[in-house]
């Protein structure tokens, strides 16, 4: 019973042209992207922010869930309906980052490590009442040849990490998002990025099969195989787009229903066209290919808000459009001329 729950949800997650946006910034990293627009990250700015976002007209019609922050998942539209509910309503299921974020793994160590199984069964609990249906967790690898990163230390110790908290949350019966994203900071080349992409996918499965999580009711949320953002030389969109799937075919179970990339600091245009790209090219994969974009969805409307009431629904307009083009990409039919027709 508690299996066909998971599964079903994993699967309404991904359900085509639908995919996930991320508006769980913490309170630090929300802080940074109100910096840019000169917004004061108040209590009150990031819930507006977000009531923003949420009752952006017909975003179900792109937009399967939302994943939020602890603080977002407590608070409510200006008429009183709390988040969670206002979404349900709406056609769009809430979710939970649950991750306590990444902190160095030894003393000295450059490397990542996060936290947040001691208390997970109980905030689990509690989410689960707020009206969550699916969860995150994001560990963090960095790429330094120079410094031999990533460590098997830091590979080993961010799977288990992974796989425990899946467990935990599938007994919960809510659907883990696993999210090991490779980070694109760095000078290596797209060809080291596959390399330590595939062994980070690796020990996460090996750790997730022993943790016996059940494939069909998680979703995977990795980064895509792309060169470093400071490596002389930058791929092609079709190179991205074999070099990703190939990644994924030589690491992924078939069972897994669906891949939600995250977007990683990428362009809003090279997100969707690296998506684009692989749903085109490749039309007989086992899973689902679609996105769980941050950045990438917001950074328009953003922009265009500025912390102004008048601003509201041109900002709206923003995330309705950029949802609309990654739902394209989702069916591999988006094109670079989409982009002047809706904005
Ligand atoms: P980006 O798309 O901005 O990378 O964010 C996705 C996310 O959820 C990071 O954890």
């Given at each position: 019973m508690t299996k066909n729950i998971i599964n079903k949800i994993a699967n309404n997650l991904c359900l085509s042209p639908k995919g996930i946006l991320a508006a769980d910034e913490s309170t630090k990293t929300i802080k940074k992207r109100f910096d840019t627009i000169n917004v004061e990250s108040s209590f009150e700015n990031r819930r507006s922010y977000r009531e923003l976002l949420f009752t952006t007209e017909n975003l179900n019609q792109f937009i399967s869930g939302i994943i939020l922050y602890d603080e977002t998942i407590k608070q409510s539209t200006s008429d009183g309906i709390p988040f969670p509910e206002y979404l349900s309503k709406n056609g769009i299921i809430p979710g939970i980052k649950v991750d306590k974020g990444a902190t160095p793994l030894t003393k000295d160590s450059e490397e990542k490590f996060t936290e947040g199984l001691d208390d997970l069964n109980e905030r689990l609990n509690e989410y689960k009442t707020l009206g969550a249906e699916f969860t995150k967790w994001r560990a963090i690898i960095n790429i330094d040849l120079e410094k031999n990163y990533p460590s098997a230390y830091c590979l080993e110790s961010n799977a288990f990490m992974l796989a425990r908290y899946a467990k935990t949350v599938q007994d919960n019966e809510m659907v883990p998002i696993v999210e090991p994203e490779v980070i694109m900071d760095g000078d290596h080349t797209i060809e080291d990025c596959f390399k330590v992409t595939s062994l980070t996918l690796k020990k996460t499965f090996e750790q997730l099969n022993l943790h016996q999580?059940?494939?069909?009711?998680i979703l995977l949320k990795p980064n895509m195989v792309i060169s470093g953002t400071n490596c002389k030389e930058q791929s092609s969109v079709e190179k991205v787009a074999k070099m990703t799937v190939q990644c994924l075919k030589d690491n992924i179970p078939e069972e897994v229903p669906g891949i939600v990339f995250l977007s990683g600091g990428q362009s809003n245009k090279n997100a969707t066209l690296h998506l684009n790209e692989m749903n085109k090219l490749f039309k007989d994969l086992p899973w689902k290919l679609s996105f769980s974009y941050g950045r990438a969805l917001q950074q328009p409307s953003i922009s265009s808000w500025k912390g102004e009431e008048n601003n509201v629904k041109n900002s709206q307009d923003a995330l309705f459009n950029r949802s609309k083009l990654n739902s394209s990409a989702t069916s591999g039919i988006?094109?670079?001329n989409d982009e002047q027709q809706v904005l």
């Open positions: 999580v059940n494939l069909s009711g988006y094109s670079p």
